[in-house]
């Protein structure tokens, strides 16, 4: 996107905030990211060295590899339902479901009754999709709630930290939000006078003045469809993505070019994201169950990452073995994507939980 994009967004904000005052973060990430026009997601494809950021998947083939199997063996564990969704929020290049496809070719049955599923709301990345998709017939969907009523195998990765986050400064029994303002023709970072918040009740036992909390309204709601869908017809899911057990401390931040940025500066142009809340997941996804939250380098030992990753690495020589190493370093290193990153898998009650990962 252009200079003039970024300014036509940053004008519809700031006439926005005229008109009915700040706006939380949430809705100023909601634009940012997601507005049809100028949004960040809407206008390109921002993956890969050329972009602003990249995944596990487009690091490794190995990581949607795994996936894959763990999400074929849940499915066996589970007598092998027919048919069933197989579906993936944010798909970005559509790279993980290929792998995951690839992955599981040799599954009998795995295929055949599989119905690929993506939720995918940027119109630039569904064509991305549709071209490495090609013969898997998917069908897009612009939220959770689309997907069809049977089981469900389902995998995420760095989906829930894009979603819009809203953020609070203890303050007393009260909050204070942190709102996007104006100051002349610049957008600025604003508290809003102390509020009660009574999402935020079960934080003032564990937090003091001054403290900063993150929530995500729009993750808890997704979260909680999945969990009644999967603990209704069956199936799992695999959520992947950078955060912790509960939200402390203020993670909203700004990508470009795979450099930190100004948030408020030139809104749309830049990659906007928090760090996942996974307690507010677990607890929005009863009545299924879900796993230990785990390191991804962790989860990806457990599944053989060091044993497919030789295998792979007999083939290669040259750049293309050194580039694959370090491609293997990168997902599980602590000093790397191996501790930040964080695995939680959900099943239905009884059901074993998905391998990687513990009960
Ligand atoms: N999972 C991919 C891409 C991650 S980028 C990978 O690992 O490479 C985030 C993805 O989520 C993009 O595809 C983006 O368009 C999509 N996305 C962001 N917010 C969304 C929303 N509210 N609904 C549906 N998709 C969304």
Same mark, same amino acid.
């Given at each position: ?68 199997? $763990?999400?074929?063996?849940?499915? =066996?564990?589970? %007598?092998?339902? #027919? &048919?069933?969704? /197989?579906?993936? !929020? @944010? ?89 996007? $303002?104006?100051?002349?023709?610049? =957008?600025?970072? %604003?508290?809003? #006078? &102390?509020?009660? /918040?009574?999402? !935020? @009740? ?75 809340d996974f307690e507010a997941l677990a607890l929005a996804v009863a009545p299924a169950q879900h796993t ?68």
């Amino acid at each position: 996107m252009t200079a003039r994009g970024a300014t036509a967004l940053g004008e519809i904000i700031l006439a926005q905030i005229d008109a009915d005052g700040p706006m939380t973060l949430a809705d100023y990430m909601a634009l940012c990211l997601m507005h049809p026009k100028h949004g960040y997601y809407a206008t390109r494809d921002p993956l890969g060295t050329a972009g602003d950021f990249t995944t596990a998947p487009e690091i490794s083939q190995m990581f949607g590899e795994l996936i894959g199997l $763990s999400l074929a063996q849940a499915w =066996l564990d589970q %007598a092998a339902p #027919a &048919p069933f969704a /197989l579906a993936e !929020l @944010g798909p970005g290049r559509g790279t993980l479901m290929a792998d995951i496809l690839r992955a599981t070719r040799g599954v009998p049955g795995f295929h055949a009754a599989a119905q690929v599923h993506l939720v995918e709301t940027s119109p630039t990345l569904r064509s991305v999709q549709a071209k490495t998709l090609e013969g898997y017939a998917p069908k897009w969907h612009t939220g959770v709630e689309a997907l069809p009523d049977i089981p469900l195998l389902l995998a995420a990765n760095e989906f829930f930290d894009a979603l819009p986050i809203r953020q609070a400064r203890r303050d007393g029994p009260a909050w204070r939000e942190l709102m996007v $303002s104006r100051d002349g023709p610049r =957008l600025i970072p %604003a508290l809003s #006078a &102390p509020t009660l /918040l009574p999402m !935020l @009740g079960h934080r003032l036992g564990d937090t003091a003045d001054g403290d900063i909390v993150e929530f995500c309204d729009a993750g808890t709601r997704i979260a909680a469809h999945v969990g009644t869908q999967i603990a209704r017809n069956g199936g799992a899911a695999l959520i992947v993505d950078y955060g912790d057990w509960r939200s402390l401390g203020d993670t909203f931040q700004a990508m470009r070019a795979h450099a930190a940025a100004d948030p408020y500066v030139g809104p749309g142009a830049a990659d906007l994201t928090a760090h996942v809340d996974f307690e507010a997941l677990a607890l929005a996804v009863a009545p299924a169950q879900h796993t230990h939250l785990t390191a991804q380098g962790v989860f990806l030992e457990r599944l053989g990452i060091a044993q497919r990753a030789q295998k792979l690495a007999d083939a290669l020589g040259g750049e293309a073995r050194s580039a694959h190493v370090a491609a293997h370093r990168r997902l599980t290193h602590p000093a790397e994507m191996g501790t930040l990153f964080k695995v939680m898998g959900l099943y239905p009650k009884g059901a074993a939980p998905p391998p990687g990962l513990t009960g």
